[in-house]
């Protein structure tokens, strides 16, 4: 691959590997053809140097049978990610983080504990995206070129990011939040959290967070058939085997039964198709960012060419995150950055 590019480009791998070593410097004329090969304006290759994100920061899923190539491209991503938060941070006035981080917790006491200091007691979470967004969480998406990354979360100099497959159904994508708010949670004094036990416990504060024992268990779900259930999971918002999952964990349906529901969702197909979908959740914040920048006449491509990116490659960055077409959502403040109103759901 590395060298069918290099032929494209028309140098040795030899010279790339310069290159990118920073050994030695392109000529103008290789620096353009390298431009238009990676779809990325040449002043984009004259920038102080981009941020990083090293690959022990980040949480990612099945980090055993993900290649290194779809790796390091969704942390190149998120780099751009970071520059672009960066960018907003320096024009508005968003909320401060604010996601506690505790360590050796039970992660259902966890879940617990942030439901109670935000607010939301024992009642279904609302639009999950707008919550980590109020709570000072900046969200992004995952490009469907590298979309079997999954989703991945990291802190950055104190702010925490989520990368989020806003291809996923409504109801494996808040999940996807609320496991990613885990990691976030759980393992933020951790340099690098991964592997099963990581997982397995950020699943566990997912489905707490998402589903509280008290509700679950005020719900008269014990020993509920499948077509209860596909009723009842538009309550919490979640998937039909993510309810499953912690009707069991609760004690309220038996082990027998338990296998017996997940025999029956899987043979119904609804492993791979939600039944009764809801509506994907997207951004408030980004909604109204770029609503105000285009109230001001700014567009994408502006703030494309601000950040030295190609419209595309933003356009990556909050893919299925904010509507095609965005309204105003923001008042200038006297220092000249708007003040954006989140609404805590």
């Known amino acids: ?6 032929k494209r480009v028309g140098i040795s791998t030899r010279a790339l590997r310069a290159f990118e070593k920073g050994e030695k410097r392109p000529s103008m004329a290789t620096l353009s053809r390298l431009a238009d090969e990676l779809e990325f304006p040449i002043h984009f290759f004259f920038r102080g140097d981009a941020p990083t994100i090293s690959a022990d920061a980040a949480s990612f899923r099945a980090l055993s049978t993900m290649t290194i190539t779809k790796r390091d491209q969704a942390l190149a991503a998120g780099a751009l990610a970071a520059d672009l938060a960066s960018w907003i941070d320096g024009r508005f006035d968003l909320p401060d983080p604010d996601v506690p981080r505790f360590a050796s917790i039970d992660p259902d006491r966890a879940a617990e504990l942030v439901r109670n ?12 995206i ?18 079997d990354v999954n989703a991945y979360s ?5 702010v925490p990011f989520m990368f989020l497959n806003t291809l996923k159904s409504a109801e494996n994508g808040r999940f996807d939040v609320a496991h990613e708010l885990g990691h976030l949670v759980l393992h933020g004094h951790h340099e690098a959290p991964r592997g099963r036990e990581y997982e397995h416990e950020a699943n566990l504060f997912a489905s707490a967070f998402l589903m509280p024992r008290g509700s679950v268990l005020a719900s008269r779900l014990a020993g509920a058939t499948l077509p ?31 296998r017996s529901l997940c ?11 939600e ?9 408030q914040l980004l909604q109204k960012v770029f609503g ?4 001001e006449g700014l567009a994408l491509s502006n703030v494309a060419d601000a950040l030295g990116i190609t419209k595309n490659e933003l356009e990556r960055l909050v893919f299925g995150l904010v509507p095609t077409a965005v309204g105003g959502g923001g008042e200038a403040t006297s220092d000249g950055r708007a003040s954006l109103r989140l609404v805590r759901p």
């Open 117 to 128: 200091e935000w607010g939301l007691g024992e009642g279904a979470a609302p639009n999950m």
């Open 154 to 158: 990291l802190w950055r100099d104190g």
């Open 228 to 258: 209860t259930i596909i009723q009842a999971k538009r309550r919490w918002g979640v998937s039909a085997m993510a309810l499953i999952v912690r009707l069991h964990a609760v004690g309220l349906i038996t082990d027998w039964h338990y």
């Open 292 to 295: 105000y920048l285009r109230s």
């Open 130 to 147: 707008y919550l980590v967004e109020a709570h000072g969480v900046r969200v992004f998406s995952i490009s469907d070129d590298y979309a």
């Open 263 to 273: 025999v029956e969702a899987g043979k119904s197909g609804y492993r791979k198709q």
């Open 275 to 283: 039944p009764a979908p809801m509506p994907r959740e997207s951004s």
């Open 1 to 6: 691959m590395r060298g069918e590019f290099c």
